[in-house]
């Protein structure tokens, strides 16, 4: 994993004292998760966490842009994304068999840290509104164009077939 996309926190950093850090989620970060919805961007999160008990309690708020295709012309699109979470981190001895929800993490309880990153890309996932489009004139017309004509070819009327075949099946 490349370290300047870490967003690991160190436990022992979180003491009952309010503790406070930020991450950057980048391409870098995004292109770790090879998804083709999600190609780029550009989001802080900030966290603020606390340890209550064996539990750590981390309110995160999220800002920025993603960059997904657009759902007319397939080009990079810019969506602003914003919320706020909260993720309970806790310990426990069968932490591997425990069914953490997606606002808990349970470690074991000699873990040392916690990679925050696969909560975070889940989070900026799910704020991506369902339709994504260019505003009105901005799309790429070439890359519609084709798509228009492919759109119409498979939606072609069924009887209108292919010369080709039509001769071949006089051969058959
Ligand atoms: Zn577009």
Redesign the pocket.
Known sequence: MDRNNATIIVLDDIKTARYVCHFDLDKGFFDRFENDELIDGNVAVGIEAERVGQTIVARLTLGGKVMVP??????P?GVEISGNETLTIRFADNAENDDANENEIVLSPNAKSVDLSQRLYEYVAVRIPLRH??LEG???AG??QLLQNHSSQTNSDPSDTDPRWDALKDLM
């Open positions: 657009c759902d007319r012309c397939l080009d699109v489009v260019h901005q799309c790429n890359m519609q």
